[in-house]
């Protein structure tokens, strides 16, 4: 990878100092993963089967959150239930969990992808994605290989699905909708610099790498 020029790391630098606030209402509870196991019926119908799809805003496969950090999972949640995410059926999941609940689940899902490590390295990116990366700043957040983000914050990426990331992405950059979109204005901010063509490219290559996100397929009896 090429290193990060002198603006880049500033420009990663203010995205960070932004994150850090907007996501200051997060809660800091501890997680307790065996109940968190007990918490998950409203999580496996989607998250734990392989291949499963979303229907709104568009088709898509659901995000791979197994092997995820858990303060980026509790963020999430946190943020669908703030309204600062807009998702009919995640805002309705995330509202009948407690702050408890939250950490309990990121917790189990953090660890339920243990075993899973991401490669040493990952195929370089094409010179169009890796100048469209670098605009970005986006390993200044995500970190090595897009799989060990500079703080818990952030999420890992690599190897996320490649449709779940142009939907993320998309969402920020169109976040004026009022049952769909993601009203950060730090990943705004990003995203809304690119195309939408642009955007694809950059999720498509980061989707294609190998990282620790898993669908550990899960039965919906418990």
Known sequence: MRAMSFKSFAFAAALFAGMAVQLSHAQDLKGDVQ??????????????????????????KVPMISGQGAKYIANALNAYKSG???????????LGLTAQDVADVSAYYELHGNGFPAPDQIAAAPAKVAELLTKGGCAGCHGANYSKPTTPDFPKVAGQHKDYLYMALRSYKEDGGSTWGRSNPVMGGVAKQYSLAELKMIA???????????????????
């Open 35 to 60: 109940a968190g196991e007990k918490k998950i019926a409203m999580c496996i119908g989607c998250h734990g089967i392989v291949g499963y799809q979303a229907s709104f805003p568009a088709v898509y």
């Open 84 to 94: 600062e995410r807009k998702h009919p059926t995640m805002r309705s999941v995330a």
């Open 204 to 222: 498509d290559y980061l989707g294609g790498q190998s990282g620790e996100l898993k669908v550990v397929p899960q039965s919906k009896f418990r």
